[in-house]
């Protein structure tokens, strides 16, 4: 799946869905709000980021490092140890994703097609699992089940 097929696929539905969970939250919590805008900001700037880049590999670079951000994110301010550890799997797999892309750069670029494409493949679902994952999180703290 293409970046853009990513964006109009998960991407969006995601942010968009997101978005009402956020501003849902918010409202319910007002003490949190310079927070969330702070990252909500650097969720959407890195996202644009990665919208921006000119080769595929860039793009899956600039994907891998907006999740690791998230995921740091997610250590420093989660005292669930469930959500850490699921944070640490995530730039786990950010590394793997990274340590494969860097193969990939090696190799000529008429054979480069189908294992950037499993690569390309690796960081989309990464990056859907942690946007998922995130406006999960934020629908349960808002609507405790």
């Not at 003490?31 to 980021?49: A, C």
């Not at 090696?106 to 390309?120: I, S, Y």
Request: aromatic share 4%; charged share 25%; proline share 5%.
């Amino acid at each position: 799946m293409a970046w853009t097929g990513l964006a109009k696929a998960i991407t969006w539905p995601a942010a968009k869905k997101s978005a009402m969970a956020v501003a849902a939250f918010v409202a319910a919590n007002p003490k949190l709000q310079t927070t969330v805008q702070d990252q909500v900001s650097r969720v959407s700037r890195r996202i644009s980021e990665a919208q921006k880049a000119r080769t595929p590999e860039e793009k899956v670079d600039r994907a891998m490092a907006s999740v690791r951000e998230q995921a740091e994110f997610v250590l420093a301010h989660s005292p669930a140890p469930a959500e850490a550890d699921r944070a640490r799997g995530w730039i786990a797999r950010a590394d793997k994703v990274s340590q494969a892309l860097a193969l990939v750069r090696h190799v000529g670029k008429k054979e480069r097609q189908e294992p950037l494409a499993k690569v390309t493949a690796s960081a989309d679902a990464l990056v859907a699992e942690v946007l998922t994952s995130l406006v999960d999180d934020g629908q349960r703290s808002i609507d405790p089940a």
